[in-house]
């Protein structure tokens, strides 16, 4: 049979300890249900006498309907010369109810001397007596001692190292969790000294084989290969976060060594349906604590299947496996593939050959390739915007619609002084529907000029066009070309959209799309990118009702 490796999720507590990481109660609530649904075996909640917060979520967290999730309190020791039964953070852990605690205490000696200042021997009273005192609780099932710095510490003093370890275990720890707080071990190291604390501590009454597990920080970038090097060590938990999420450089992520435990090492984690979800939760983890997803996130991220070289494409094509080491879908993530100046025909039959009729085309994949590589020569970038390079198919096919013809554009703006800057834009050009010619000179005032051109460009269209009304900015990113040349340098500006399906339509038309432009001047570029994403969705609606 596959060992059960537990999963302890630490988002809600050490994951929030992260730079601009924040998470309401409601985020941290929705957060445990999504892991409960995943299968993760226990939740850290907080430190329930750190704030209101923690302290709200214990108590609504036992209203939750949970099906397999335990949800755990976290806190440090008693403080020095007072009995456990009198000490705040204690009875604050007891009374939050939650059926397992976990307990910090120091390992490091440099830290008992020279940080908590107390006497060696009364950290180890501390350790044991805390422990000893929640585990003593009646609707305490189970108490972990959380091994602080234990790398370093046995390390620098392995003797007393062990004997803090010995003490939670005397005191009725169920699950040794040796620390790498630091984050600076390697693999090597951490093989080592779990197997030699599994030598060392515990009898055949108690052995600790099947207690100890890890929790490492990724500061050397090495907290997955530690994780994994302790679970071949022995270790039976590993404890992380969603995303890696955390201090300095975050904790072990959870994700990656879950797909790593079950698709690569045969290890028995979360439920057997979990993994084909873990891409969507780590994107609502992401969304929650108001962070951009990672791209090159190992499994989940948008690039860890992305193919951009046309060597790579080609080989993708005839065997996926040649240049993926797993499936995309058994983690939730999928396929694609980027056109670029590195692209070969293949990118082009695979992105979008069969929709345009180019699949078999090789005559016309090689001239749209071309048409890439001068363009992104001189700036442009494709791989980020898809629909202007569908544009370009599309004029290459014949198929593309000269919905307006641009007569010219101007925008003012006015700033006094003491006075708000006002922006307007003047359009003018000639409206082409049903064989017919329209002309149209608008004017829109707005924020800025990309505001406003969007408002005399809309004004212009939407008689005519009106399924432009559901075309609606999302993003706007700009970016220096060639830096050498200052302020009278070449912009690239990406603007991405998101639309609403069109009433009729087989629903093929995308929720989300974006379009490149480039000039040195930046509302010129902007001006590009904007009127290509109208033209694009007038396109795409026209081709869907025709």
């Not at 630490?10 to 309401?24: E, I, K, M, N």
């Not at 021997?121 to 009646?138: G, K, P, T, Y």
């Not at 494709?382 to 307006?404: I, K, M, P, Y």
Request: charged share 25%; aromatic share 6%.
């Amino acid at each position: 049979m596959k060992r059960r490796i537990e999963i302890y999720d630490t988002t809600l507590r050490d994951g929030t300890q992260g730079a601009g990481v924040s998470l309401t109660l409601t985020d941290k609530l929705a957060i445990t249900q999504r892991l409960d649904a995943l299968g993760v075996d226990y939740v850290e909640g907080g430190y329930p006498l750190s704030n209101p917060k923690d302290v709200a979520y214990f108590e609504q967290a036992r209203d939750l309907d949970l099906k397999h999730t335990k949800v755990c309190a976290f806190g440090m020791t008693r403080r020095k010369a007072i009995a456990p039964e009198e000490d705040e953070g204690m009875n604050a852990l007891v009374n939050s109810g939650a059926p397992v605690i976990t307990i910090v205490g120091k390992t490091w000696d440099l830290h008992v001397d020279e940080v908590l200042r107390v006497s060696r021997e009364e950290n180890l009273a501390m350790i044991r007596d805390s422990v000893r005192f929640c585990a003593a609780a009646d609707h305490v099932e189970d108490v972990f001692y959380d091994a602080e710095h234990f790398f370093d510490g046995y390390k620098a003093n392995p003797d007393y190292a062990l004997q803090t370890l010995q003490a939670a275990l005397d005191g009725g720890a169920t699950r040794l969790v040796l620390c790498d707080t630091n984050g600076g071990s390697l693999p090597g190291w951490i093989t080592q000294a779990i197997h030699e604390v599994s030598e060392k501590i515990g009898n055949h009454q108690s052995p600790i084989g099947n207690r100890l597990a890890i929790h490492p920080h990724n500061d050397a970038g090495l907290a997955v290969a530690n994780a994994l090097a302790a679970v071949e060590a022995g270790a039976v938990q590993v404890q992380g976060t969603i995303n890696g999420i955390g201090e300095r450089c975050g904790n072990v992520d959870l994700t990656t060594v879950a797909a790593n435990l079950k698709l690569k090492m045969g290890y028995d984690c979360l439920f057997d349906d979990a993994l084909p979800q873990l891409t969507d939760v780590a994107r609502e983890v992401y969304e929650r604590a108001q962070l951009t997803p990672d791209p090159g996130q190992p499994y989940l991220g948008a690039n860890a299947f992305t193919h951009k070289g046309g060597m790579h494409v080609h080989a993708v094509q005839r065997i996926a496996h040649s240049y993926e080491h797993v499936e995309p879908g058994s983690v939730g993530n999928h396929r694609r593939v980027l056109v670029s100046e590195l692209s070969g025909a293949s990118n082009i039959a695979f992105t979008i050959g069969q929709k345009f009729g180019l699949d078999a085309d090789k005559t016309k994949q090689r001239e749209l390739l071309m048409k890439v590589q001068d363009l992104e020569h001189a700036g442009y970038q494709f791989e980020n915007a898809q629909a202007s390079l569908e544009l370009l198919a599309h004029d290459l096919v014949g198929h593309q619609t000269r919905f307006w013809d641009l007569d010219h554009y101007r925008c003012i703006i006015l700033r006094k002084n003491g006075d708000d800057t006002s922006t307007e834009a003047i359009v003018k050009l000639k409206v082409n529907k049903n064989g017919s010619e329209t002309d149209e000179h608008r004017v829109g005032a707005g924020d800025g000029p990309v505001n406003a051109l969007d408002t005399a460009l809309r004004k212009s269209l939407k008689d005519h066009y009106p399924q432009i009304n559901d075309v609606h900015l999302t993003d706007y990113a700009v970016r220096v070309v060639n830096p050498t040349a200052e302020s009278a340098a070449k912009v690239r500006v990406v603007i991405e959209f998101s639309t609403k399906p069109t009433p009729g339509s087989d629903g093929s038309a995308p929720k989300k799309f974006s379009t490149v432009g480039v000039n040195e001047n930046i509302v010129d570029a902007s001006w590009q990118a904007l009127a290509d994403a109208f033209r694009y969705h007038l396109t795409e609606t026209s081709r869907q009702t025709a």
